[in-house]
């Protein structure tokens, strides 16, 4: 089963703006990871967040974990054309000797030149 | 660096044919992984070697999929035979060291697999 949720499923913006997507998770986690996903691509690795960490920047992504309501929210600022493709958010479950990499369904995000 | 390699791009078969899949991963990464992503979902594990050893295959359909990574470098996915459901696109991924999950994997760039 899929542990990772993405809310919303789709995300339609103009250039400029900053987009807002959210992933919430039903197991404790050892950390979470947002990846991206161009048309037709594997996935690249955006940012990991561990669990007693509450929020972590890189370049114009914030990446927030709440662990208590089992969520996290990647902003991206100043969107650009660019940055149309899906977004996954994947956890590293707390318990189990063969722990995996768990995937969301993905939000597929639409930046409007 | 070159990033992860894999062939076919694109497939497509009948039920009940077998096909297989090839991955070279990155230069000394020594963690391989075979995912498949359905249509509309995230990617799931299939397999994860750790150089040439099985870590973890719990969901790996093994009635009809075998995967091997002889030398602990290049991999083998193997379907045989197809399913209508096996329709997806299956990635590859490679992490540098112990394949613990808090390591970044590169993935490829999949084949996109239709089976009709």
């Known amino acids: 089963s899929q542990q990772g949720e993405e809310d919303p499923q789709a995300l339609s913006i103009q250039e400029g703006e900053n987009a807002t997507m959210n992933c919430s998770y039903k197991?404790?986690?050892?950390?979470l990871q947002w990846y991206r996903q161009n048309s037709g691509r594997g996935l690249v690795h955006l940012i990991l967040?561990?669990?007693?960490?509450r929020e972590k920047h890189s370049g114009r992504l914030r990446v927030t974990l709440d662990t208590s309501k089992k969520s996290s929210s990647l902003l991206i600022t100043a969107s650009r054309a660019a940055d149309t493709a899906s977004y996954f958010c994947a956890t590293d479950p707390l318990s189990g000797a063969n722990s995996k990499l768990t995937f969301g369904k993905g939000i597929t995000l639409s930046v409007r030149p | 660096e070159a990033g992860v390699a894999q062939s076919p791009r694109y497939k497509i078969i009948e039920k009940r044919q077998s096909v297989a899949f090839w991955c070279n991963p990155i230069s000394g990464h020594a963690t391989l992984y075979w995912y498949q992503q359905i249509l509309g979902q995230g990617p799931k594990l299939l397999i994860q070697?750790?150089?040439?050893?099985?870590?973890?295959d719990s969901q790996l359909p093994k009635d009809r999929f075998s995967a091997e990574r002889l030398k602990g470098v290049d991999s083998t996915l193997k379907i045989q035979p197809a399913k209508l459901e096996d329709s997806a696109v299956y990635l590859c991924?490679?992490?540098?060291?112990?394949?613990?999950?808090?390591?970044?994997?590169?993935f490829g760039p999949g084949t996109r697999l239709l089976v009709l």
């Open positions: 967040i561990r669990s007693n960490e």
């Open positions: 070697f750790q150089n040439n050893g099985v870590v973890d």
């Open positions: 991924a490679s992490s540098l060291a112990t394949g613990r999950l808090w390591e970044t994997q590169y």
């Open positions: 197991t404790s986690i050892n950390n």
